[in-house]
């Protein structure tokens, strides 16, 4: 981002950012969540909420949902038991395991302020914080970072080839990703530092990617469970960023959307596999872990013509680690009768994705609140955050 | 002045200078790029050899048949090699009706199609004597997008940018926005092919409707997908003023328009190989939705593929649709905040010439604001490797070795994530691992090209004219090699921006 951008974000969001972009200490973080590591994933496409997690109890589930509705616990095909009331997808029998062991949360009937149907619009403002897309062309989880305690220059790490707007902003974050193209000499990197002395934006982007690219140690592949397991490297490195964040894409189900070998299924196994491969990989540090997957709208709860589901409004949201106080599901459930459905089609939303994102930086990463609402959540006073998300350390 | 005007034209205008291209244009730069501009010129032969409409489009039934072998497709496998002669040798191995093996044919089909088209698409680009219009139809191809991200369109983003961006480019954009509309590749990327009227004749005896496939089964209803990115991402974007109704309504007046779901009705298979998107296009009156339809507040009315015209054509007259496209274009080839002056000059003249892309083009190389030589767009990586190897002549690389290279610089082939295209912004394409792709990049091209461009600051004061600065060539001129020289060039400032 160029300067020129960076100032008016600045003086849209406020002067708080700019204080504590500018070297300031922010309002004190709780020492207790210094050592804190947070992952984020932008599940791109508009998961279907009731396809992963089905709300099989539900008497009007099978109705509603038409061919769609996926069987309940113990039959052939069926979801596993999370709650006694909404089920899992069996892709994901890791994920149900950590919910058994309470390290899996998940919160349903649950959506951004956006509610007309365009990803790219809903995806924007997700990432934005504001209640308009495009209403800020910095992202909620760069800005929440700023004034946090940082163990090196880079407080963030983005584990995309190019930076989203979720993580551009005044904090200092990096990007990386797994390359095979030859490593450049270390001369031609100092000749660039000279190059770049007077261009502030490349300066800044080849010192980051200098920085991240002596973090990861060994080559990595490019699938999702890799990539989560390239982020535990940097998250377990002893100057690296505490925060990182990672998206997955394909989840736009339009047909077909119950194919056994369909990008819904395919993604839904790397997610498992994937979160299962970084639990390990943090070792002792999962307790003081927590991964949040979120996506920009749910889907239509009746299936389309086409086996598969349009744009819809709610849909669920999960949040996973050794530091989360899980075994639960939050929902406000709203049913599924049509005359309970919004604009008798989608999942009506009953909790706001801002109240969770809010609880999880004011708990664990310990961003004070008047910055949530100042900074990083401009005008979301009716999303009161959720409490208790975390365990007591 | 003149030197620095040649500079900006070859630099922002098309993908880069070829040493000794400033010289050649400088007495004229902006004649160069109106003359670029004609109406209609023959496809350039890399593009030319690619595979017709037909034979893409029939590559993802038979993709279909190899995920899913028990979907009772069957019966076409022994004809298929008449479409597919490089796969001809592996055809054997998928057909066994084993899942895995039919998803490496599948994978390997996908590398094979996707290099070929995309190694035609550097070619033309490397080769062109066009550059300005093949920006152009690459502009064009990122707004009506067909996207290798859904995995069973993989054979479809080639023929579509040659049927409807390259054969539209110097046309009006209605013709474009119909010519899209109308095109098996889109019909099948945003699911219209699936969409079914719930009045129609098909919905009142669901027993007609042919099974698609094992997963999708008997298509059932309506799918707003197509309408919903033709009004928010194609036309009038999305505060272009349109509702839910509008929407569904449009959704329901386009319904039918798809091709042919049995296409083993044709015979010869060969010849169904050859077919334009015009001959695969299909409308099927048992699918429409019957009866009038209001879509922004006109009321359609007729049951044909001519109510939907009309509403394509009324579509692409709303002014909103000039200011669109004009901001689109001049974000493109201007800045990513696009002078306001611009953008009036460039909406004003698309609606004085009823969506005349030419006369727009013309505005665009007319706006003093395009000449201003501080660089303020990021070449997307696609361009920035295009305009290395036109700098540098080479290397040239094989399209398996590009289709990789791209995924790794962030912008894999033909596959942006969603209908909406390559963002056009360069806080997008300018991170940490953009830049050091970029410098990977740089480093394997300057080891090379060395031998053939032993001085880099003359190759830079050759292809950037007065644009690189003298703190650049000093750089240049202090490297230790000629390769880190070439290099250093390849990701100054100057070079990756335009």
Redesign the interface.
Known sequence: MSLVDRRKVLAGIGTATFIAASGAPGAMASTATAGNKLVVVFLRGAMDGLHVFPAYADPDFVRERQGLAMPGPGQAGGSLALDGFFGIDPLMPQLREMYVSREMLLVHAIASPYRSRSHFDAQHLLENGTTAPYGADTGWLNRALVGLPSRGRDIGVSVTSSMPVMMQGPAMVTNWSPSALPQPNAELLDRLGSLYETDIPLREALENAKAANAAVLERAGTGFPSLLRAAASFLNSATGPRVAFLELGGFDSHANQNAQLGALQRNLKAIDEGVAAFRKAMGAEWSRTAILFVTEFGRTVAMNGSNGTDHGTAGAAFLLGGAVNGGRVIADWPGLKPAQQLEGRDLKPTADLRALFKAVLRDHLGVPPERLEQDVFPSSNIARPFDSLFRRT | MSLERAAIAANRFGFGATPGLLQKIKSDPRGWLLEQIARDVPVPPPIASLPPTGADHLAFPLVRRL??PREGYGTDEQRQPAMEPRMQGQQGAGMQGE?GQG?ALIARMRTARMSAALAARFETAIQTASPFRERLVHFWSNHFVVSA?K?TAFAMPASFERDVARKHVGHRFEAMLVASTKHPAMLFYL?NY???GPNSQWARDPSRVPVV?Q???R???????LA?EIL??HTIG?NGGYT?ADVTNFAKVITGWGYDLRQRRAGDLAAVARRSADDVFYFNAAAHEPGPQVVLGKTYAGDGVEKGLSVLRDLARLPQVAEFVARKLARHFIADEPPAAAVASLARAFRNSDGDLPSVYRALVEAPEAWDPSLRKTKRPEEFLVSTMRALGGPKLEGAHLL??L????QPAFSP??P?GW?DN????????????R??????AAERQAPARPDPAALAVDVLGPLVSE??LA?IR???SPE?GL??FL???EF?RR
């Open positions: 995920a899913l899942a998803l991200a995995a699911d699936l969409s079914i496939s997963g999708v089964g298509p059932q209803g309506l799918n707003e997908n919903r928010e991402l999305v839910q990789r290279l995924q790794q610089m962030g994530s969603g909406d963002p360069g806080a997008f394409w300018s991170g940490a691992d953009a830049l050091w792709k410098i990977e990049w740089a480093t394997l703190k650049t750089e202090r490297a230790e880190q290099a250093l990701v100054s400032p990756m």
